[in-house]
């Protein structure tokens, strides 16, 4: 069973546009929401995290958008560059550490120059 | 961040054959340490937990026979797939970490090609 399901599969932005991805969870016990940046042939590295007492965190061009209530959160790209193109995995762990993590399915983005 | 290495970055073996990968922090002394799996435009599974100096915690589905782990030191921690077979094939990425405090940091994976 997916606990984390994340949405679109793939998302096409023009640069400098935004790009949007979606995640939803169905486990309450989960404590801990990162996002991840894979690009091909590399392991994923930690962009940006928030918990469940915050509605929303922002560093840099990304921020985050939390609904607990929901059980959903987003990644919001702001000003999307070539470089950004990579695929994009959410995750949610109830260790506080996120070290036992379950995925989502990720997000091909392709940022057109 | 933290700096997570694996070995090797891409291995190629004969069905039948095992083949180690090592997971090693370079720069912190990592309690625990976790190995994924990630098929082609998938997702990463996680497969299991190691702490230093016990047994690893498997998850569910996942042959510990098959997939040795060994977390003998603070630095290093090893998967041994052990008779590989085509459906192996995968990319294989650890995590490890300081503590339950601390993040989890990614190495940036293994290729395994079963031939």
């Known amino acids: 069973q997916q606990q984390v399901k994340q949405s679109p599969q793939s998302l096409i932005v023009q640069k400098g546009g935004i790009s949007i991805i979606n995640c939803a969870y169905e486990n309450t016990a989960f404590d801990y929401f990162p996002w991840y940046q894979q690009f091909p042939g590399k392991g994923p590295a930690l962009l940006i995290a928030i918990r469940p007492d915050v509605s929303e965190k922002k560093e840099g061009r990304f921020t985050i958008s939390f609904n607990k209530s929901a059980k959903q959160f987003s990644l919001h790209i702001m000003d999307s560059q070539p470089g950004d193109s990579a695929t994009y995995f959410c995750?949610?762990?109830?260790?506080?550490?996120?070290?036992?993590?379950?995925f989502g399915e990720g997000t091909q983005l392709t940022v057109n120059p | 961040g933290a700096v997570v290495s694996q070995h090797p970055s891409r291995v190629i073996c004969k069905s039948g054959t095992s083949v180690k990968i090592e997971c090693r922090s370079l720069d912190f002394q990592a309690t625990t340490m976790f190995w994924y799996r990630q098929f082609p435009k998938q997702s990463l599974m996680l497969m299991a937990t190691s702490n230093e100096g016990s047994k690893a915690t498997y998850e569910q589905g996942v042959e510990k026979d098959k997939f040795l782990i060994n977390h003998a030191s603070l630095t290093l921690s090893t998967l041994t797939v052990t008779s590989a077979h085509p459906e192996d094939s995968s990319f294989y990425i650890c995590?490890?970490?300081?503590?339950?405090?601390?993040?989890?940091?990614f190495g940036q994976g293994t290729r395994l090609t079963v031939v």
């Open positions: 995590s490890a970490r300081l503590n339950r405090d601390t993040e989890a940091f």
């Open positions: 995750a949610a762990s109830w260790e506080t550490s996120g070290s036992r993590l379950t």
